[in-house]
């Protein structure tokens, strides 16, 4: 069975830094990404990684404090956020796919982001 599990989240002053892991378990997928969702507001797109190339995909909001990377040998995809802001507090989404570009269709169970001003 496919599962995306996700870890690192918490609670952090603005300015600060969190890294957050997703390990997929039973597949290795083509894409993988992260998604947060605010209260009250549709979740959104943050970053994307293309697990062959390495290419990487950033949301404006995060371009250049947020970096996401891969861990091949342990199917694990990170999200280093730094400088972080009170509007990133969000519960943050590892997402996955099969196919290069398109929906994603496995998605993890979320972890809490809490940036404090």
């Known amino acids: 069975q496919v599962q995306l599990v996700e870890s690192g989240g918490g609670f952090v002053q603005a300015g600060g830094s969190l890294r957050l892991s997703c390990t997929a378990s039973?597949?290795?997928?083509?894409?993988m990404g992260w998604f947060r969702q605010a209260p009250g507001k549709e979740r959104e797109f943050v970053s994307a990684?293309?697990?062959?190339?390495?290419?990487?995909s950033y949301a404006d909001s995060v371009k250049g404090r947020f970096t996401i990377s891969r861990d091949n040998a342990k199917n694990t995809v990170y999200l280093q956020m730094n400088s972080l802001k009170p509007e990133d507090t969000s519960i943050y989404y590892c997402?996955?796919?099969?196919?290069?570009?398109?929906?994603?269709?496995?998605w993890g169970q979320g972890t809490q982001v809490t940036v404090s001003s």
């Open positions: 990684i293309w697990w062959s190339s390495g290419r990487t």
């Open positions: 997402a996955a796919r099969n196919l290069l570009y398109g929906s994603y269709d496995h």
């Open positions: 039973g597949h290795t997928f083509n894409t």
